[in-house]
Nanobody, 124 residues
Framework: QVQLVESGGGLVQAGGSLRLSCAAS????????MGWFRQAPGKEREFVAG????????DYSDSTRGRFTISRDNAKNTVYLQMNSLKPEDTAVYYC?????????????????WGQGTQVTVSS
């Protein structure tokens, strides 16, 4: 198993930036495709970004592409989500997830392990 712990959430004004981190422990981090998801109250969990095991390929949702950047440091067992130009509609609990596979998938059910989440609130 792998344990995931997110950090870096908080309150920010619209147009601002935040950087989320997700620290992994347990099995070798480099074995996992990593994803970031978010869930707002009353809404389904949605894909934000994903990155392959080597970091060579990334994918984003239409709503985050161009504003968010996912990256990973396998030596530090950590995946990051740099969020710029934040909007009120980005407000949600953000989760990182690990998939013991080869490709980035956008559906939550492909992911095997989840963190507890970190709250991001963007004020207008």
């Amino acid at each position: 198993q792998v344990q995931l712990v997110e950090s870096g959430g908080g309150l920010v004004q619209a147009g601002g930036s935040l950087r989320l981190s997700c620290a992994a422990s347990g099995r070798p981090f480099s074995r996992y495709v990593m994803g970031w998801f978010r869930q707002a109250p009353g809404k389904e969990r949605e894909f934000v970004a994903g990155i392959t095991r080597s970091g060579g390929h990334t994918d984003y949702s239409d709503s985050t592409r161009g504003r968010f950047t996912i990256s990973r440091d396998n030596a530090k067992n950590t995946v990051y989500l740099q969020m710029n130009s934040l909007k009120p509609e980005d407000t949600a609990v953000y989760y990182c997830a690990a998939d013991n596979g080869d490709y980035v998938f956008s559906r939550p059910n492909y992911y095997d392990y989840w963190g507890q989440g970190t709250q991001v609130t963007v004020s207008s």
